[in-house]
């Protein structure tokens, strides 16, 4: 059997990020990259908000705050070295009436401590200044929050994978099953042709997002004492007509109600000068990406709180994304899990489970902490 020294399960921002910073880092070895679709980013990767996020959202300590902040310099940093589109669009969140002032103000507090230092609270006089036709009281500006193409900054980790004769990508080849036999892990695939073949490996890194709870398993890891149980939330977008879309300047967030599992339906917009309302967030029990035409009430009825502007039939269905979420409906909210599991008695496997959002955002800052721990 043959025998590489890496293989990455996944090729969605993660796992080409990470795969892209070990081929960066280890010239002479050999990397090889797995994804039973036939394309980068089919999942998650592909159908999210592509929002650099500014990381005032969670919590002090969290990898989740850590990554975040360090990878959103990094990714700004890649975008500009690289001619990766993206723009600083700005972000406001805002309180719509008095009784929300505290709410952003707690954001902008939690934003400091993260470590996000151009926060600045701004009155409705200023808001009115910088967003003429929306609904607010105040707000807190990030200047540094903005937006990326997504798709072309996966282009480029998979052209820095392949460059090199150190890595290579096996789309339509899916993991089947890993064993560790104390030294080296087998891992069983399904190619193309649904023929099954195995290769050895000493580092298994496991960043294959909506199913990364099935890879530990394999290797006798109890998914739901670990906390690795993934749960679906799935996560719809409505897009605004272009005439509407056209009196938007910035990001657009109402500060997140407690109870919610994502932050609140808010407005985005994409390089291309698109708003979209969402997305939402509700648990499903199978992944499917059609977005449901019954939810139209739904976003208008958040968006005229604070887009008067926006009429019933400027609100059209668009897209949907799923979140690899770790939290059970009763669960409060969870951090990344991105683990060395040799203190499990499997050294050399690394898990990257519940990465969703800033999953983009912290790509590369994760990259590197995965690799990090390789030593080859
Ligand atoms: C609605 C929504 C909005 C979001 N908005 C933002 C945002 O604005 N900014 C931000 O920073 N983050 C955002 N995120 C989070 C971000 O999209 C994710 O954190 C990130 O895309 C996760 O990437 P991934 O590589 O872990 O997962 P994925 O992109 O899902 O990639 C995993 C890959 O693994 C493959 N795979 C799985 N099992 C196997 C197997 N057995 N064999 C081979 N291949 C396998 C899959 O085919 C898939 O391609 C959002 C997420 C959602 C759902």
Redesign the pocket.
């Known amino acids: 059997m043959d025998k590489i020294d890496v293989i990455v399960?996944?090729?969605?921002?993660?796992?080409?990020a990470t795969a892209a910073e070990l081929c960066r880092k280890f010239p002479d070895a050999c990397i090889g990259v797995?994804?039973?679709?036939q394309q980068?980013?089919?999942?998650?990767?592909?159908?999210?908000?592509?929002?650099?996020?500014g990381g005032m959202y969670y919590p002090t300590g969290s990898l989740k705050a850590k990554l975040?902040v360090e990878g959103r310099q990094l990714l700004y940093e890649f975008c500009e070295q690289h001619q990766i589109p993206h723009q600083r669009i700005g972000k406001l969140i805002i309180a719509r009436e008095d009784s929300e002032i505290p709410a952003i103000e707690g954001i902008a507090r939690q934003g400091a401590i993260n470590g996000v230092d151009d926060l600045v609270m701004i009155d409705k006089a200023q808001v009115m200044k910088l967003e003429p036709h929306i609904k607010a009281v105040a707000a807190i500006h990030s200047p540094s929050t903005g937006i990326i193409d997504s798709h072309k900054l996966m282009a480029k980790f998979e052209a820095m994978i392949l460059s090199g004769d150190n890595g290579f990508i096996g789309y339509k080849?899916?993991?089947?099953g890993v064993e560790y036999t104390g030294s080296e892990y087998i891992v069983t695939?399904k190619g193309p042709d649904g023929q099954v073949d195995q290769l050895a490996c000493d580092w298994l890194i496991n960043?294959?997002?909506?199913?990364?709870d099935?890879?530990p398993g394999w290797l006798g890891l109890d998914a739901a004492k670990e906390g690795y149980k993934i749960y679906w939330v799935k996560?719809e977008y409505f897009s605004i007509s272009a005439s509407k879309s056209k009196l938007l300047n910035h990001l657009v967030y109402p500060p997140p109600l407690k109870a919610l599992v994502g932050i609140g339906i808010h407005v985005?917009k994409s390089l291309d000068g698109r708003a979209r309302l969402?997305?939402s967030a509700f648990y499903v029990d199978s992944v499917n990406y059609d977005v449901d035409p019954e939810h139209q009430q739904q976003f208008y009825d958040a968006a005229r709180l604070y887009l008067p502007f926006v009429e019933r039939d400027d609100v059209a269905p668009d897209m949907?994304?799923?979140?690899?979420k770790i939290q059970s409906p009763t669960d409060p909210q969870k951090d990344f899990v991105i683990r060395h599991e040799a203190a499990n008695g499997l050294p050399g496997f690394i898990n990257?489970v519940g990465?969703?959002?800033?999953?983009?955002?912290?790509?590369i800052a994760i990259g590197r902490m995965v690799a990090g721990w390789v030593e080859i």
């Open positions: 399960i996944g090729a969605g921002v993660i796992g080409l797995f994804d039973k679709e980068f980013g089919w999942h998650t990767s592909s159908r999210n908000s592509e929002v650099i996020h975040c080849h899916e993991i089947v695939y960043a294959a997002g909506l199913w990364s099935v890879v996560g985005t969402g997305p949907a994304g799923v979140r690899p990257l990465i969703e959002s800033p999953g983009l955002t912290a790509a």
